[in-house]
């Protein structure tokens, strides 16, 4: 029982450090996502329009 208490703790502080680096990876994107936007909004409003349609052509043919 002790084992499997800290096998649990081991795993949960290698987990917490690759959660780390993602979070700090999902926050760099985040910034380099929304910088792109600002700098090209009429293309990122297309974008995501033609993403849209495309999604909505794929759910309305499976009826």
Sequence with gaps: MENDVN???KLREEHKSNLEELE???A???VELT???QKYP???V???AGIGFLIGKIFSQKR
């Design 35 to 37: 910088q792109l936007i």
């Design 42 to 44: 009429l293309t990122s």
């Design 24 to 26: 700090k990876s999902f």
């Design 28 to 30: 760099e994107k985040k």
């Design 7 to 9: 096998l649990v703790q």
């Design 46 to 48: 297309a974008v995501a």
